[in-house]
Structure formats: C-alpha cells, structure tokens
C-alpha cells in the first residue's frame, strides 16, 4: 500500500471516531457543547504557540488560553456576558505582556516580547469559535450551526475536487501552492449550494442564500490562507499532530473560524 493510500485510510478512521461525538455534542447543545468548544479554542492558542515556539505552560501562554476559553463561555449568553468580553479584550494584553516579563535571567527580551503579541492575538483569533456557541443557543441554532459547517466543509471539498480536476491559474502561491482560482470558484459555488439546501430548514430568501454563502465562501478561504500565512512564516508543515492523517485542530477549524462570525452575524442582523 502506497503512503497516500495509507494516509487517505488513516484520515477515514480518525473521522469516523471523532466525527459523532461531535455530532452527539453538537445534537445536545448547552454545557456539553460548550465544553467541546472551549477546548477546541484552547487547543488552537495552544497550535499557534506551537508553531510559533512558545512554550505553551508559560504563564502567559497559560492566560492567553483562559481568555478564550472565557471568550467561548460568555457566547452561549453574549447579552447577559458582554462585560466579561469587553475586560478579556482590554485586559488580556496587559495580563499577557506583564506575565512575559517573567523571562529566565539572561532571557531574550526581544524574543519575550514577540511571543507576547503571539499570545495576545490568539485570544480573539482561537476566541471566535465563541460564534460557534452563540449560534448554538440560538432557538434554531442547531440548524443554523450546521448551516456554518455546511457552508464550511461544502467550500473545502468543493475547492478540492474542482481545483484537482480542473486547477491551472494558482491562487497565491507564495503562501499556498496547491490552491487554485479554478478551485476557489469550485468552493464558492459549493457554499452557495449549502446555503441554497439549508433554505428547506431556514427562514432564508434567495438573496439571503446568495450573500450568505458568497460571502461564506470567500472567508472560508481566507481563514485557510491565514492558517497557511502563519505555518509558513514559521516553516511549520502542520498546527499539530493531534488528528491522525488530519494534523491539528488549528488545521480543521481555520476556514470555520471566519465563517461562524460570518454566519451568526448575518443571522443576528438580518434574519431574526
């Protein structure tokens, strides 16, 4: 058996285990759900430590992690939890920065330094799967959460296999050679149809299904190439290794974590 044979098999079994306890969670919603959600955000702040080469049971990394766990939590009540929110954003930066400060004697402060902006921009990048929860609670929320995966996972298998077939203009090379417009086209088109399914289950018009899922399908790819932007500058091939065949939970949830916001925004401003 060929190593892409092997690879491919590897990927299957690692789905088929994990894919329905998210999907039990998902079905449960509440505590468990969350739950799932926060440690999926504090596993991505961990990946972007990782690649980045914080060591990640440092203090601040240990904050930076808590500020999105708490990010997630408030957003099964965003109304109820907006201060929690506002004092995580103002207040993990000084919390981070001063927990920096604890270098060994002799530390590269430079180095310190740059580390602390990592682990300050990770706290609202890992803390937008708190869209994910919100979505949730919503009183449609789990349609409209899977309306989020739909419009997610229809883009990246759309990109896939459109982009294999018929690839040939490359999207941005420099930071991901194997993406093409071709493909880009295939995705968008992909999360266009997700939304267009999801208007059987959803109080959604054919202008909502299109600036919806047009729009999901454009940030879909942004949060892949802001994953690959990231790995590339550090010469990281994958966020981890917690997925067999699949890499890192940063790796799964990079085009979600710009669609979801998307998606709960969309829903909150103009359809309930």
């Known amino acids: 058996m060929d190593s892409q044979k092997k690879n491919l098999l590897v990927r299957i079994a690692s789905a088929a285990v994990l894919l329905p306890v998210v999907v039990v969670l998902l079905w449960l919603g509440g505590t468990p759900f969350t739950i799932l959600v926060a440690a999926a ?81 990770s706290v609202p990048y890992a803390g937008l799967l708190a869209s994910v929860v919100a979505l949730r ?70 202008a909502d299904v299109l600036v919806l899922g047009g729009v999901a399908g454009v940030l879909g790819p942004l949060g892949d190439l802001s994953e690959s932007m990231i790995k590339r500058a550090f010469d990281v091939k994958d966020s981890g290794q917690l997925i067999p065949g699949h890499g890192g939970i940063f790796d799964r949830l990079d085009a979600l974590l710009f669609v979801a916001p998307w998606t709960l925004a969309y829903q909150a401003f103009f359809i309930s």
């Open 41 to 121: 955000s504090a596993l991505v702040a961990r990946e972007i430590y990782g690649i980045a080469g914080i060591d990640p049971i440092h203090p601040a990394a240990l904050a930076g992690m808590a500020g999105a766990i708490v990010l997630v939590i408030a957003g099964e009540d965003v109304t109820a939890r907006w201060p929690a929110i506002v004092c995580v954003l103002a207040f993990a930066p000084v919390a981070i920065f001063a927990l920096s400060t604890l270098v060994p004697p002799g530390g590269d402060l430079r180095r310190a330094a740059q580390s602390a902006a990592w682990i300050t921009a």
């Open 137 to 206: 609670a919503h009183p449609d929320g789990l349609v409209w959460t899977m309306l989020a995966l739909a419009m997610t996972w229809g883009n990246d298998t759309g990109a896939y296999f459109v982009g294999i077939r018929f690839g040939r203009r490359k999207l941005y090379p420099k930071v991901s050679p194997h993406k093409s417009w071709e493909g880009f086209f295939g995705g968008l088109g992909a999360s266009v149809l997700a939304a267009a399914i999801f208007r059987l289950f959803l109080p959604l018009d054919w």
